[in-house]
C-alpha cells in the first residue's frame, strides 16, 4: 500500500515545519534544530539503519536550506507541498526497505528522493555562496560532503540489494558458514559503494569550483550540477547491477550536453562589466 497513515502524519508535522519557517524566515536556526530532532527520534525508529535514515534526514535539511531562497508566500507553498510529497515517498521508501531491503519499488522512491535531495543540496549550496558571499573553497567542500553524504547510503542501498537478490537466487542454505560468509560479502560489498561514492564526492567538488566561474545564477548552475551528477550516478548505479553498456553511457551524455546547452541557450547572461 502506498497510503501509510503514520507516515502521513510524520510528513505532515515535517511540512509543518517547514510551513512555519516560511512565515518566520529568522526562525531558521529554531526549525532546524527541530527537523534535525524529529528525523534522528521519531525517523530513525521507524527506518531502522542509518542509511535508511539518510535520505529523509538530508532531504529535510536540504528542503529547509533551499526554502530559505524562494521568495513569494505562494511560490513557498508550493515547495513545501512538493518536498512534502518526497519526504513521504523517501519515509515510505525507507519504511518498506525496513521490512525488505530488496524491495525494487521502494528502491525507486529511495532513487528519486535521493535526486531531489541533491538537487535541494546543490542549488541552495550555490544559492548560499552567492546570496553570502562565501569563500569558493566552503563551497567547493560543501559540495564534496553533501554528495558523499547522500550518494553513500543510496548506493550502498543498491549495492546490497543487488548482493542479497543475488545470493538467494543460488539458494545457499542458511548455515553459520554461509552467513559468516555473505556477511563479509556483504561488507566488501560495502566498501566497493564507499569507494565510488568518495570518487563521485570528488568529482563534483571539482565540477562546480568549474562551474562558479559561469555567469548564472544558483538555479541553473545548480540544475547543471545535477544534471552531470545524475550521469555519473546512474552509471555507477548500472555498473552495480552489470546492466552498463557503452549505449547507455553515450545516451546519457548525449542527454546531459543537450540538456545543458539548451538551459545555457536560455538562460540570461550575468556578465560582470
Known amino acids: 500500500m502506498f497510503l501509510k497513515f503514520k507516515l502521513i502524519i510524520l510528513s505532515l508535522i515535517f511540512a509543518t515545519g517547514l510551513g ?34 539518510a535520505i529523509p534526514f538530508f532531504l529535510s ?48 522512491m529511495i532513487n528519486l528522493a535521493t535526486i531531489i535531495t541533491i538537487f535541494f543540496w546543490f542549488v541552495s549550496n550555490y544559492g548560499w555562496y552567492l546570496n553570502f558571499a562565501i569563500d569558493s573553497w566552503v563551497l567547493v567542500v560543501t559540495f564534496i560532503a553533501s554528495t558523499f553524504l547522500i550518494t553513500f547510503p543510496s548506493l550502498t542501498i543498491c549495492f ?13 542454505k542458511e548455515t553459520k558458514k554461509n552467513f559468516l560468509i555473505a556477511l563479509r560479502q556483504q561488507l566488501k560489498v560495502e566498501k566497493i559503494a564507499l569507494f565510488f561514492s568518495i570518487i563521485l564526492a570528488f568529482i563534483m567538488g571539482e565540477i562546480i569550483w568549474g ?13 547543471t550540477a545535477v544534471i552531470i551528477f545524475f550521469l555519473f550516478w546512474s ?17 546519457n551524455i548525449v542527454m546531459m550536453l543537450v ?3 539548451l538551459m545555457i541557450l536560455t538562460s540570461p547572461w550575468d556578465i560582470i562589466k
Open 61 to 108: 535539511i536540504g528542503s529547509l536550506n533551499l526554502l530559505y531562497l524562494v521568495d513569494g508566500q505562494i511560490e513557498r507553498a508550493l515547495f513545501v507541498g512538493l518536498a512534502t510529497i518526497i519526504y513521504y515517498l523517501s519515509l515510505l521508501g525507507a519504511y518498506r526497505l525496513k521490512l525488505y531491503d530488496c524491495d525494487q519499488t521502494a528502491q525507486g
Open 20 to 53: 512555519v519557517f516560511s512565515w518566520r524566515a529568522d526562525w531558521y536556526f529554531g526549525v532546524l534544530g527541530f527537523l534535525v530532532f524529529f528525523n534522528l527520534f521519531l525517523i530513525w525508529p521507524l527506518s531502522g539503519k542509518i542509511r535508511f535514515l
Open 235 to 251: 552509471v555507477v548505479r548500472r555498473f552495480i547491477m552489470g546492466r552498463l553498456t557503452k549505449k547507455f553511457v553515450t545516451v
Open 211 to 223: 562551474l562558479s566561474f559561469w555567469p548564472f545564477g544558483y538555479l541553473i548552475t545548480g540544475m
Open 259 to 261: 540538456l545543458v546547452t
Open 160 to 172: 546490497v540489494a543487488c548482493y542479497k537478490i543475488h545470493y538467494r537466487q543460488k539458494k545457499h
